[in-house]
């Protein structure tokens, strides 16, 4: 499931294999960049801000494209093929792209990519991260402090990069119920917990959240409904949580997270 930190493995992958290569095809396969033609332009580099990926070629030209549930990039060094899912193709003398199942796509002046990100809270993975970006991060997360907790750490307009994974696994190492308020926890713990997990694992093949790399043991509670809770064995629980239509499943273990839950 594309988070932050997948996003920004991404970028550095596209990048090492693309960056400075002319590019001798370049298919857009979106209703509205069908005609786009990035071909004979150098690839000069991918910027990830949060879930979004902007794609820079030369001419001052970024594709702006976002995962969403399902979308990748995948680097191969033989031509692959291509399939209904593929949105788009780049390729160098020796190197293909393929953008599958990419959520959004739009092309836009490099100088001009904030106006499609500038709703988004502070990017968790930002190189120039510093006190003001955590002070914004921890404004907007309390802002509503009633607010669920679970709903909160999921709005990239409050800080930008966690998704459903690193949501559930922070309402555990906070040793509460994802349906707490805001208000039930020490938001600057909270903020820097999501940067310390999104940085841990922002070039990590496997993520994982419990610091223990063998197989099966990389989360607390995330999809451990059969296996049980990590730390006391007790069994995981699921229900969905957030408005209706973006209802996200939510994994928690009631004994080793106090607090409201749903009934059922």
Same mark, same amino acid.
């Given at each position: ?7 920004? &493995? ?10 400075? &290569? ?28 949060? /879930? ?14 976002? !995962? ?8 191969? @060094? ?31 002046? @490099? ?12 990017? !968790? ?17 309390? &802002? ?22 690193? /949501? ?29 997990? !999104? !940085? ?18 990389? @989360? ?17 629980? /699921? ?26």
């Amino acid at each position: 499931m594309p988070e932050g930190d997948t996003v920004y &493995a991404t970028a550095q992958r596209l990048a090492s294999a693309l960056g400075g &290569a002319v590019l001798r095809r370049a298919e857009l396969r979106h209703p509205r960049l069908a005609t786009a033609d990035l071909t004979g332009r150098v690839f000069e580099g991918a910027r990830p801000v949060g /879930k979004h990926l902007f794609l820079r070629f030369g001419g001052d030209i970024s594709l702006h494209c976002h !995962l969403g549930m399902d979308g990748s990039w995948r680097i191969h @060094t033989r031509r692959p093929p291509i399939s209904h899912r593929t949105r788009a193709v780049l390729a160098t003398s020796d190197k293909y792209a393929l953008g599958n199942l990419l959520l959004e796509m739009a092309l836009v002046r @490099t100088p001009e990519e904030h106006r499609l990100v500038d709703h988004l809270g502070p990017d !968790l993975l930002d190189p120039d991260w510093s006190d003001e970006h955590h002070a914004r991060a921890v404004r907007g997360l309390t &802002a509503d402090p009633e607010r669920e907790l679970g709903d909160a750490l999921l709005d990239q307009r409050l800080m930008a990069g966690v998704g459903n994974v690193f /949501k559930v696994e922070m309402c555990f190492l906070l040793g509460v119920s994802p349906w707490v308020p805001v208000s039930a926890v020490d938001p600057d713990r909270t903020v820097d917990l999501a940067r310390r997990l !999104l !940085l841990r694992n922002a070039l990590r093949p496997v993520r994982n959240t419990t610091g223990d790399p063998r197989r099966g043991r990389e @989360t607390w509670v995330y999809g451990r409904q059969r296996e049980g809770c990590l730390r006391c064995g007790g069994r995981v629980r /699921k229900a969905d949580q957030g408005p209706r239509a973006r209802e996200r499943i939510t994994y928690y273990c009631p004994h080793c997270q106090p607090g409201p839950a749903p009934q059922g």
